[in-house]
Nanobody
Framework: QVQLVESGGGLVQPGGSLRLSCAAS????????MAWYRQAPGKQRELVAA???????SYAASVKGRFTISRDNAKNTVYLQMNSLKLEDTAVYYC????????????????WGQGTQVTVSS
């Protein structure tokens, strides 16, 4: 059983910062690219940032220059440092990762965390 558990969400004023963490646990053989998505009320879930197993990163245009994704492969953990937060960053943030749990798996399974609320408000 694999679990992704996010933490670090909360209430912050515009211009503030938050750091999200997502730890994968369970019988893990390999974690491929890890990513953060977000979903605001009434909107579709969108990709915020992604990082490959080798450390290559990509960002949505709306967060580029403000957010930084990183990962600690030894801890099976991905982070999202969010600076200069704006009202429109308010959303539930989800961690995502394709993971294999055994050598016999030809295709990784896609796992999601339960989500963590980020609210930017004055």
């Amino acid at each position: 059983q694999v679990q992704l558990v996010e933490s670090g969400g909360g209430l912050v004023q515009p211009g503030g910062s938050l750091r999200l963490s997502c730890a994968a646990s369970g019988s893990i053989l390999r974690i491929y690219a890890m990513a953060w998505y977000r979903q605001a009320p009434g909107k579709q879930r969108e990709l915020v940032a992604a990082i490959s197993s080798g450390g290559n990163t990509s960002y949505a245009a709306s967060v580029k220059g403000r957010f930084t994704i990183s990962r600690d492969n030894a801890k099976n953990t991905v982070y999202l440092q969010m600076n200069s937060l704006k009202l429109e960053d308010t959303a539930v943030y989800y961690c995502n990762a394709p993971i294999t749990t055994s050598q016999s798996m030809l295709v990784p399974l896609n796992y999601w965390g339960q989500g963590t609320q980020v609210t930017v408000s004055s």
